[in-house]
């Protein structure tokens, strides 16, 4: 039963699946974007509010959702690495904070750009946009982390206890809306009276999500394998890798 | 046509959003593309030094 996690333990074999998987994640990731952006930019008819201006929704909403997910992502990788000492899982957690905060900082760019017309300002100190930022924060500050020590080992230990201690600010990211009064508009798609766009405006939506989520995946492939990379040069496998 | 562009008046929103949504995806390529020739340069030049010390 527990033969696949003592697999995904292996550095040699994530090193093997993260190439094999990564051009199908791409390729993937291409098809489902690229639908989710004719169709949402030229198929979904226009917002009876916002006009035009909601078709920045194909690329907001999925980065936001991209940007707690990477972060749960990488909190999840460091508790396994911290409880079980699991190289692969700082390996995981190193490769996925400089896409998360990619994407964060992607989704408080296209907030703001959003913002502007329909709020009248780029900029508001809303508990969504602020815990938004905070993210960012945490993501910079385990990747400063990581590189802060001279011993790696340690590096690690100490960006996987912060991003452990940080999984706390993604509740409160997706929650800001419903705890405290916000600008920002609440859940559309996650409701308990199901979505409250229409087909024609929401396919488009999951679509780039999903091309998101893939994306993510194919990205991650390239960076664990380099971060196994280096964590693993001295190794036997990774000579016979490097001759062959 | 220009209808598409111009967005209803909101191009110089969306037009942007989109343009630094296609950066932060080409970057994060990039980015990723040179870590890992980064990190096979220096498991070489490892393998290499090994070598030459064996010798």
């Known amino acids: 039963m527990w033969t696949w996690f003592y697999k995904l333990a292996s550095p040699p074999y994530v090193f093997g699946v993260a190439a094999a998987l990564m051009p199908w994640l791409f390729g993937a990731a291409a098809l489902a974007i690229g639908y989710g952006l004719v169709a949402g930019l030229g198929i979904a008819p226009p917002d009876y ?27 999840t990788a460091s508790a396994v690495a911290l409880i079980w000492r699991i190289k692969v899982g700082h390996a995981v957690a190193a490769a996925s904070a400089p896409i998360g905060a990619s994407f964060t900082l992607l989704t408080l760019v296209t907030g703001s750009l959003w913002g502007r017309p329909m709020w009248g300002t780029y900029w508001a100190w809303d508990p969504r946009l602020t815990s938004e930022l905070i ?3 945490l993501y910079v500050g385990v990747m400063s982390l990581r590189s802060a ?22 509740p409160i990211v997706h929650f800001s809306v419903v705890w405290w009064n916000s600008l920002h508009q609440g859940a559309t798609i996650v409701t308990l009276e199901g979505p409250k766009m229409p087909g024609s405006m929401l396919w488009p939506l999951l679509s780039m999500w999903l091309g998101f989520m893939l994306f993510y995946g194919a990205v991650l492939c390239i960076r664990v394998r ?10 036997a496998w990774v000579r016979e890798a490097i001759k062959s | 046509m220009s209808d598409f562009w111009s967005m209803g008046g909101y191009a110089r929103y969306v037009w942007p959003c989109f343009g630094f949504s296609g ?25 290499a030094m090994t070598a030459s010390e064996a010798r």
């Open chain 2, 23 to 47: 950066i932060v995806l080409a970057w994060n390529v990039w980015a990723a593309r040179r870590l890992l020739n980064a990190a096979r340069l220096k498991a070489a030049r490892a393998l």
């Open chain 1, 149 to 170: 020590f001279e011993d790696p080992a340690r590096g690690d230990r100490a960006a996987a206890l912060l991003a452990v201690v940080g999984v706390v600010n993604v």
């Open chain 1, 135 to 137: 993210l960012l924060f």
């Open chain 1, 226 to 235: 380099g971060e196994v990379l280096n964590r693993e040069r001295q190794s």
């Open chain 1, 49 to 75: 509010q916002q006009g035009e201006a909601f078709r920045m929704i194909y690329v907001h909403v999925p980065s936001a959702i991209l940007s707690v997910t990477v972060y749960t992502i990488m909190a």
